[in-house]
């Protein structure tokens, strides 16, 4: 046989990538484990436990219980992309990456499709788990789909983030733990899990400098009101603006490595 | 075009922080030949060979791929070799034939041929049985195997191995030093590093050994066996009492003795002078056992010019 060589296109070089990670996923189906598992544990956990003491019953914390852990499990996601990157650069494969004839972007850009899959995921459980609890949103299954897809995309653009510190790391276990802290702050010190205004003063302040409350907000105003508003459309330049800044960052510090 | 190098190495320099790892190396490699990279654990065979294959930049030199400069033409250089480091750089999670069907496709080999190619290399490789095994149930010389055979998906005539036996068993040893040899026969041109002067001496036809980041010494096994000079005579002084006297009495003939405990070794320069040394010990009543005379070997060589440095 002879070996017909044409060279790698970047999206199929980048469609092969997310398919291996895809590949590494279906045959350890414990990555997925923490983006079902999660969002079901805190949904009940937070719905029966606090639901009565912070809206006076399970039904009435819904409406703000359901965006705050669909958002808290999109951090938890998205932040899982760090440890998996340095995990691969440790592992020697990435070596053969870069001394494959490829686009030097693909390996990143595979990982970060192959996450999303993570992400809709995590959403699709987050959703089903506060449905089942008894949530119905006023609004039509179209704006579901919409905020839906705005969490996605918030929690794809973050992974750029965590894929960053991932490259920038010097262990697995280092970025594990960043992650961790910065997915537990992000979403406690913020709107989530109870209403702004029953924070403390200076919790506040810290709550309004959270990025994740102006996302949650939105989120609730699409559900609240079945229109698209000013908070969803900043919330949504605002991941254009991450992903733009964090992904050539991101390949930078893969080339780097 | 008339011989045209497969590899030119010039004054490739590269320091970690204050340390530097390569020294100023600079060598050629014929198309065709194996040429061995041999030096100690820590001398920075790794290093020379991440930068000839694009992974690492250099800190000044240059390195040619059959005429391509691997700066300047990263991605073609990159398009003519296969490279199989030091650590196993196979995905761990998923299986043998996945591996090599994913690798085939980054190099851009269509989904036909890339299935193609994966059925002729599990079979070249003996790897068709546990093909579609997660890698991990791999043993250290099955996963070795594959991840030399990803690296020979394209065929490259040019192929990188980075102690490609390191904790392998004797056997399985063996067995990639066959699979060395008949990528050889079939035209490869191969650059191995190792730190196992009997690999070196069975597969290279140049060797270039590397020590503290400086090349050493250069040549075929036989050339630098040739430098260390005659056969090595060794025997064991039967009475520890006599030792020294035997020391004293055969140190004029032959020059330097090394000693380790009451065995004695020393060169020669001509085989007859083992009459000499044997009669002389005999008048001086000096019994001894387990003599032996040996050709020089690379260990010698190695051992002259890294001993005591590491
Ligand atoms: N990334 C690095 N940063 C700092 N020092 C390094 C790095 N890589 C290798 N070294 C050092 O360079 C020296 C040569 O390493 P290496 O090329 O791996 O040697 P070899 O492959 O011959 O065993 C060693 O002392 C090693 O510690
Ligand atoms: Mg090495």
Request: aromatic share 8%.
């Amino acid at each position: 046989m002879d070996v017909q060589k044409h060279n790698g296109s970047l999206i199929m070089n980048t469609a092969t990538m997310a398919y291996r990670n895809l590949l590494k996923t279906v045959h350890n189906p414990d990555r997925f484990m923490d983006v079902i598992v999660q969002p079901v544990m805190f949904m009940l956990m937070f719905g029966y436990l606090f639901g009565g003491a912070i809206a006076g019953g399970v039904q009435a914390y819904l409406p703000t219980i359901v965006p705050g852990i669909l958002m808290q499990t999109m951090l938890s996601a998205a932040s899982g992309s760090g440890p998996q990157i340095r995990e691969d650069l440790d592992s020697g494969v990435f070596d053969r990456f870069k001394s494959l004839p490829m686009a030097h972007i693909a390996p990143l850009a595979g990982q970060l499709f192959a996450d999303s899959l993570r992400l809709v995921i995590a959403t699709i459980t987050s959703l089903t788990t506060g449905y089942l609890m008894g949530w119905r949103p006023a609004v039509g299954f179209g704006w579901i789909i919409v905020i839906a897809l705005l969490a996605i995309f918030t929690g794809w653009a973050l992974s750029w983030l965590f894929a960053l510190v991932g490259l920038l790391a010097k262990s697995a276990s280092a970025v594990q733990s960043f992650s961790l802290i910065a997915m537990l702050v992000l979403s406690f010190m913020s709107n989530a899990f109870v209403p702004l205004h029953s924070l403390t003063k200076p919790l506040q302040v810290i709550a309004h400098l959270n990025p994740v409350t102006y996302v949650i907000t939105a989120i609730r105003q699409i559900l609240a009101t079945g229109s698209w508003t000013h908070e969803a459309g900043l919330v949504l330049g605002v991941d254009v603006v991450i992903v733009l800044i964090f992904a050539p960052l991101a390949v930078w510090a893969y080339d780097r490595n | 075009m008339a011989a045209i190098n497969a590899i030119e190495v010039s004054h490739l320099t590269k320091q970690f922080g204050k340390k530097t790892v390569v020294d100023d190396v600079s060598f050629k490699v014929r198309p065709g030949e194996v040429f061995g990279l041999l030096g100690p654990n820590g001398a920075g065979k790794t290093t020379t060979l991440r930068m000839m294959t694009t992974l690492l930049k250099a800190d000044a030199g240059q390195v040619m791929i059959f005429g391509h400069d691997t700066v300047k033409e990263g991605r073609l250089a990159r398009s003519m070799f296969g490279l199989t480091g030091q650590y196993a750089s196979v995905d761990e999670d998923i299986s043998a034939r996945e591996n090599l069907m994913i690798f085939a496709r980054l190099n851009g080999l269509s989904r036909s041929d890339a299935k193609q190619r994966t059925t002729e290399l599990l079979n070249e490789f003996s790897l068709v049985n546990s093909a579609d095994k997660a890698l991990k149930n791999f043993s250290g010389g099955m996963r070795r195997r594959l991840d030399l055979a990803v690296s020979l998906i394209t065929r490259p005539t040019l192929i990188f191995l980075d102690e490609p036996t390191t904790g392998l068993d004797p056997r399985t040893r063996t067995q990639m030093w066959d699979t060395i040899r008949r990528l050889v026969k079939q035209g490869s041109t191969i650059i191995l590093t190792t730190q196992y002067l009997d690999e070196a001496d069975q597969l290279a036809d140049h060797l270039a050994i590397i020590d503290h980041g400086k090349l050493v010494k250069m040549g075929t096994p036989a050339e630098l066996k040739q430098q260390i000079g005659g056969s090595k005579l060794t025997f064991k002084v039967c009475q520890t009492a006599q030792i020294t006297a035997a020391v004293q009495l055969l140190t004029p003939q032959v020059g330097q003795i090394q000693q380790t405990d009451s065995a004695l070794s020393m060169r020669l320069n001509q085989v007859n002078q083992l009459n000499t040394i044997l009669t002389m010990l005999n008048q001086a009543k000096i019994k001894i056992t387990q003599l032996a005379v040996q050709e020089p070997s690379l260990d010698d060589v190695f051992m002259d010019l890294t001993v005591g440095k590491n």
